[in-house]
């Protein structure tokens, strides 16, 4: 299979790392761009900031070795702030410094301001819906009036780190300041309570990711080598390339990646166009009869695949068949811990796109089945696997969601692997399972007959049937990991290392809320995602062309504002969902600043809070923000305001 040609995003750590070769040019011809990140940030004095370098060529790609050390860093003001020869700028006076990167005659830049923190401040005074956005040492002081009937805001303070930058101390200190009006619209924070029925494992899929990770990287050249038709060929081959209803065949099911077999006898119970559903010979009483295997493979045929390849790509075909295998297995049931009343929906395991044969010293992974496929959760109404009770309507309501979900981890990890052929196929963790939430969302939309951009709400779910059974299937899960960060929007964050439901809603949302307002069409965004050597924060900077930081600072700001404020600007809007609507009790967890108020709270890197106030009328409200022991805010800190009344 062809190589794609790489896109690189080159850190002043990396450009450190690489030998120097300042004769071995590129030429102009081969450099198109060069863009810096992140976007323009305000420091203090004798702050420091390291910027990123995305060079491409004239296909919006550049090999990595083409770059090396040829980047030529400069200032425009060293008055104001310097510049190393490895993108490191530190800031020394007040003032504006155009910072520039030029490889081969094309160069980017970014503006780098320095200011000390302010002793006083201007009284802004704004309408309501209008904004206020101040970052780094300018967010420390700010003023705002009360005109002559008061006025209300919320104050988002929000932690612009990248996923390694930790936590951060931040307090507000206020005069002039009093607690919001009582005419205010309802805003306290709601619950949906728990979800009926078993719950979702919440670690099985990091441990089984991290896990395959990890195991596979050794077997990575021989997937590379598999199009080379040189004997690297199946050793545990599932002989499905002209499945039969009635045919067995012998899976590995083991969440093992490489050793360890866990052989299990599956059946075939409908073959589809794009599909072939197998069920274990030894699954429990109570479930799907080949009828119902038939509908699923129908709707997989129909509507998930379809959609997921239209968005994502499509994915390689290592086993020749042009189908998925689906096998319906007890194996996934004993993955929950007896009694919990929990549950793994289904997966997908990487290890089954690598061969299994080793030769000319590439080695094989032997236990992988060599097939795209996944691994799904059985009805056991009678709690014959481990006492866990998993009814038939139960498994039918998950199915076919956790099928759009764990396609598009097939699909990402299979383009990677056979098309552009890179070590990087493992997306970081967040990322992936929000483009899967994405996925699960996209066939709600195709499965209700609604469509992005609608501002869904509750009363829209609710108009029909079809709507009503459409959001179970496809929406429930984002629904409720979304909750998730609502109740908890100062430690989770849509990029967290540390996945967990609410980095999982959250990352679903933005994505959303980042295809909404990004030009062109969002399938654009996806499959730039997708195709892709980058992985993480890197991906995301490359698929949107800028730093992602301020947009999901204003998506964060907008999670409060927006369906709410009147004349808000577009930035801080959900075109989507109307989440306020959505939720009952919308559960989004704020503060309120009282008379002279104090607030003092601890921000993740990527996450915010919502800190309400009122200023009196005819009076002047003051604010005075600080990071830990530090004043000014650091240059990653921002605090976006907005009159809300």
Not at 351 to 356: E, I
Request: hydrophobic share 40%; charged share 20%.
């Amino acid at each position: 299979m062809a190589s794609m040609k790489r896109l690189f995003l080159l850190t002043a750590a990396a450009l450190l790392a690489l030998p120097a070769c300042k004769g071995e040019s590129t030429g102009p011809a081969d450099v198109a761009s060069v863009t810096l990140l992140p976007d323009g940030r305000t420091l203090a004095p004798g702050e420091t900031l390291a910027l990123e370098a995305v060079v491409r060529d004239e296909d919006g790609n550049l090999p990595r070795e083409s770059v090396l050390s040829d980047l030529e860093w400069s200032t425009s003001a060293p008055a104001v702030a310097t510049v190393s020869q490895a993108g490191i700028v530190t800031a020394v006076g007040a003032g504006t410094a155009v910072i520039t990167a030029e490889l081969d005659g094309k160069s980017g830049t970014v503006e780098i301001a320095v200011a000390a923190a302010p002793t006083a401040c201007t009284v802004r005074s704004l309408g309501v819906g209008e904004s206020l956005t101040l970052g780094g040492a300018q967010a420390s002081l700010f003023c705002l009036d009360g005109a002559a009937t008061g006025k209300e805001y919320v104050a988002v303070p929000f932690h612009g780190g990248d996923t390694a930058a930790g936590t951060a101390s931040v307090s507000f200190t206020t005069q002039g300041t009093i607690p919001v009006l009582a005419t205010s619209p309802s805003l306290a924070p709601g619950s949906l309570g728990a979800a009926a029925g078993p719950r979702p494992d919440e670690e099985f899929h990091i441990r089984l990711r991290n896990r395959t990770e990890q195991a596979v990287r050794r077997y990575v050249p021989a997937a590379h080598a598999v199009d080379d038709g040189a004997g690297i060929g199946p050793r545990m081959v599932l002989n499905l390339a002209s499945p039969t209803v009635g045919q067995q065949v012998q899976v590995n099911v083991s969440i093992e990646p490489c050793d360890d077999a866990d052989m299990r006898t599956g059946r075939v119970a409908a073959v589809g166009t794009r599909s072939i559903v197998l069920t274990d010979v030894n699954n429990p009483a109570g479930g799907f009869s080949d009828a119902e295997y038939a509908s699923l493979a129908m709707t997989f045929d129909t509507l998930i695949h379809p959609l997921v390849t239209a968005n994502f790509g499509d994915p390689g075909d290592v086993d020749g068949n042009g189908r998925a295998v689906i096998f319906y297995t007890r194996a996934v049931n004993e993955l929950s811990t007896p009694g919990s009343g929990s549950y793994v929906g289904g997966f997908f395991h990487a290890r089954d796109l690598f061969p299994t044969r080793s030769r000319d010293n590439l080695e094989g992974c032997e236990a992988s089945n060599f097939a795209e496929m996944f691994y799904m959760l059985v009805p056991d109404p009678n709690g014959a696997v481990n006492n866990n009770r998993f009814s038939r309507d139960f498994v039918a309501a998950t199915t076919l969601g956790t099928l759009a979900h764990e396609y598009q981890h097939l699909v990402s990890a299979s383009r990677r692997l056979y098309n552009l052929e890179t070590e990087f196929w493992n997306e970081s963790t967040w990322l992936n399972e929000g483009l899967s939430h994405i996925a699960e969302e996209l066939a709600f939309y195709r499965a209700s007959g609604y469509a992005p951009r609608q501002n869904l709400n509750r009363a829209n779910v609710d108009a029909s049937t079809r709507a009503q059974v459409a959001f179970l299937r496809y929406m429930e899960q984002n629904y409720r990991r979304l909750e998730r960060w609502l109740q908890n929007p100062e430690t989770q964050s849509p990029y967290d290392v540390d996945d967990d439901l609410g980095t999982r809603g959250a990352a679903w949302a933005f994505l959303r809320y980042a295809a909404d307002r990004r030009a062109g069409t969002e399938t654009e965004l996806w499959r730039g995602l997708i195709d892709s050597p980058l992985t993480g924060f890197a991906n995301l900077k490359n698929a949107l062309g800028l730093d992602p930081r301020p947009w999901i600072r204003d998506w964060t700001a907008g999670m409060f504002a927006d369906d709410v404020v009147p004349g808000l600007d577009a930035r801080y809007q959900q075109p989507s969902w109307n989440y306020r609507l959505l939720y009952p009790g919308y559960p989004l967890v704020t503060r309120r600043l009282e008379v002279n108020g104090q607030a003092s709270l601890v921000l993740n890197s990527g996450s915010g809070a919502f800190v309400r106030f009122g200023v009196a009328p005819g009076g002047t409200g003051t604010i005075r923000a600080g990071s830990g022991i530090s004043t000014p805010f650091p240059s990653k800190m921002f605090v976006t305001v907005i009159r809300t009344k």
